[in-house]
């Protein structure tokens, strides 16, 4: 099955600095790779997602990276906010009834 | 649109009791669920996949015996853990995909509490 890593666990950013987060996965017919932002004790809220016909997408201060040789995927967040602190989660699936999959997230502090 | 409820949002229940929890799609047909569970700073770990009408796959180390997850119909899938116990204290969250579609809509979540 689908096994996704993700790094770095925790990263701290001044404010208006970028912040990177990098995953890899394992199963090479997933083709779907969401990104997800969790405030304590809520649901993950899609961010951001990336399919493997595309390398990259981008929305505002957000964007995301796709190396489908590597089996790597990366979130880039730039000119960070205090509000951008918050735990993210990196995913990945295939078509049909395969669920998604996540790596252990990252915790993001931006420091003002 | 694809929104994903669930409820409660939050239970305390004594140990041994059973809980149930509900998860709907209001404004799609769900034809797969998917229920995680969430313990305080780790990542959603994925217990079963459940398809309407039919059973639900559970992942390895997931007692199908004491959660026990109901498809009956494309908008309503139900976990009930029985005899709960301490350690099942979690958060559970169910996710759902429409028909043909690759995207997980998440419920808000049902904080679970075992005294």
Redesign the interface.
Known sequence: GENVEQHPSTLSVQEGDSAVIKCTYSDSAS??F?WYKQEL????Q?II?IRSNVGEKKDQRIAVTLNKTAKHFSLHITETQPEDSAVY?CAA?G?G?T???????TRLSVIA | GAVVSQHPSWVICKSGTSVKIECRSLDFQATTMFWYRQFPKQSLMLMATSNEGSKATYEQGVEKDKFLINHASLTLSTLTVTSAHPEDSSFYICSARGPGGIEQFFGPGTRLTVL
Do not use: E, I, M, Q
């Open positions: 083709n779907y969401p004790g809520k649901r993950p899609l997602d989660f699936t078509s009834n669920p998604l999959v996540f790596g252990k997230g």
